[in-house]
């Protein structure tokens, strides 16, 4: 089995270099394809990524599903690991995901935990260890085989937000998922940027909305106008 981590990028200069500098120093076989896919960052996300050591690629065409994709299309790994540029990786991970694909999980994900001792996000991090759809996210990473991709035709690139909820929905009706009873690190930049509640909002929201059916372009569009963004 070999793994390839896939990580669509915006404007990640400040991040995207130390999770390549993670994910080499945990591969110490140095088995694992790391895929940058960038949407042309005026920031220099592109150079320091390939500086860092992963394989950049320009997407043809920007937004995380559409990006993510395309990383897909080019991945030579038999196991697709989405990430996150702002993530940090548990020390385990290539073992781990492994494992999980060998007992049968065709896909699964993390819990994680915040980079921040705020207590009321430890409540949101406490949360991801249960099964609920809601507790879900793109920030606690997906692996997913090649094959599992493949038969549910990637990520729906309607969605513009919430593609990850609608991945893995589909993945459940159609395998076995694991969450993985280990933490990744997750930036609490949103929060900092946002008060906690502002954030729970907008999440409920986004969430509202997506179960309502509304146009994937009018969540984003409702999500984005609740929160200030860096």
């Not at 694992?32 to 992963?54: F, H, I, R, W």
Request: proline letters at 4%; charged letters at 20%.
């Amino acid at each position: 089995m070999r793994l390839s981590v896939i990580i669509p990028t915006y404007n990640e200069a400040a991040t995207i270099s130390s999770l390549i500098r993670q994910l080499r120093q945990y591969d110490p076989g140095q088995e694992v394809e790391v895929l940058v896919v960038d949407a042309n960052s005026p920031d220099g996300t592109a150079e320091l990524a390939q500086q860092a050591g992963a394989t950049v690629l320009c997407a043809p065409s920007a937004g995380r599903a559409a990006q993510m994709n395309y990383g897909a299309q080019q991945a030579t790994g038999n196991i697709l690991y989405f990430v996150h540029a702002d993530v940090g990786i548990h020390p385990d991970y290539v073992s781990t995901i492994k494992q999980a694909v060998a007992q049968g999980y065709e896909a699964g994900c993390y819990r994680f935990r915040f980079a921040s001792p705020h207590p009321l996000l430890r409540i949101n991090s406490f949360g991801t260890r249960f099964q609920g759809i809601m507790s879900r996210g793109g920030d606690q990473t997906l692996f997913i085989t090649r094959d599992l991709f493949q038969r549910l035709q990637g990520f729906d690139e309607q969605y513009v937000i919430m593609e990850d909820f609608d991945i893995i929905q589909r993945i459940r009706r159609q395998a076995r998922f694991l969450i993985v009873p280990k933490d990744v690190i997750v930036s609490a930049r949103k929060y900092e940027t946002n008060s906690w509640l502002r954030v729970q909002l907008a999440n409920l929201t986004a969430f509202s909305l997506f179960f309502l059916k509304v146009a994937p372009t009018r969540i984003a569009r409702t999500y984005k106008a609740m929160l200030n963004y860096r």
